[in-house]
C-alpha cells in the first residue's frame, strides 16, 4: 500500500491532472458523477424501504459506497472529492483560480447527473414499489432535509465531507481494485448510518421529493400535507447552500489542510 506521504504527493499529481481537463470533458465526468451518487442513493433508498427502521438504515447504507466506487473506479468528477484540490493549492503547484473553475464546473456538472436521475427515477414509476411506501419515504426524507436549522445542516456538512475525503484518501492508499472498494467501503457507510449531508447526494434525494409530489400518479399515493415547505428554493437555500459550505470545511480544511501540514510541509521541516 501506498503510506500517507506517498498519498499526499501522489495526489499532488492527480489534482493538478484534474484541473487541466478541458471544461468539456470535465462538465460531462461531473454529470456521470451526479449520476453515479445519484443512482446510489436510489438503491440505498429502496433497500431501506425493503426492511424499514434502523435496520432499513443501515443496510441502505452499506448500499450507497456504490456510488463513490463508481466515481473512483469508472472515472469521473466529485465535487466533495475535489475540496482535496487545496493540497496542490497549498503546494503552489496549482492555482486559487484553476481550482474554484474546476469546483464550479463539477458542481454544475454534478448538480446535472443528479437531478436527470431523480427525473428519470420519478418518471419511470420507480417509487411505487412496495405499494407506494417507497415514495412516501423519498418525499419525508426530503422534507427533512429542507427542514433542518442551518447551522444543524452546516455541521452536518462538515463531518459528511471529512469521511468522504478521508475515504478518497484511504482508497489512494491501495494498489488495487480490491484494497481500494474496501478501503472507502466503512466511511462512507458511517456517514450514512450518521444521517450526515452530501451535497450531491442531496441533488438527487432533495429533487427526487419534489419531482414525486408534481408526478400524477407518484403524488397519489401520498398522504394529505406531504412535502409541505419542500420547493425548488428550499432545497436550494435552506439545505444546499449550507451543506456545501460545510462539505467544503470537512474536506479542505480538516482533511485536506490537515494532511498537507502533516506530510508535507511539516515533513520538509524535519
Known sequence: MNLPGEVAKNYIEAGKKKAAMGAGKTFL???MAGMFIALAGSGASTASCTIGGSAGKLVGACIFPAGLTLVLLAGSELFTGNCLLVIPVLEKELSVRAMMRNWGIVYLGNL????????????????????GA??????????????MPFWDAFLKGVLCNMLVCLAVWVSFAARDVAGKVTALFYP????????????????????????????????????????????WGSFFFKNLVPVTLGNVV?????????YWLAYLRLDRQG
Open 29 to 31: 465526468l461531473a454529470a
Open 112 to 131: 446535472a447527473g443528479s437531478v436527470f436521475i431523480a427525473w428519470m427515477v420519478v418518471r419511470s414509476h420507480q417509487l411505487c414499489l412496495f405499494e
Open 134 to 147: 417507497l415514495a412516501a419515504a423519498s418525499v419525508q426524507a426530503a422534507q427533512a432535509k429542507v427542514s
Open 188 to 231: 462512507i457507510v458511517v456517514f450514512v448510518v450518521c444521517g450526515f449531508e452530501h451535497s450531491i447526494a442531496n441533488m438527487f434525494y432533495c429533487p427526487v421529493g419534489i419531482f414525486a409530489m408534481a408526478d400524477p400518479v407518484t403524488s397519489a399515493m401520498l398522504a394529505d400535507g406531504a412535502g409541505n415547505g419542500l420547493t
Open 250 to 258: 470537512g474536506g479542505s480544511l480538516l482533511v485536506g489542510v490537515a
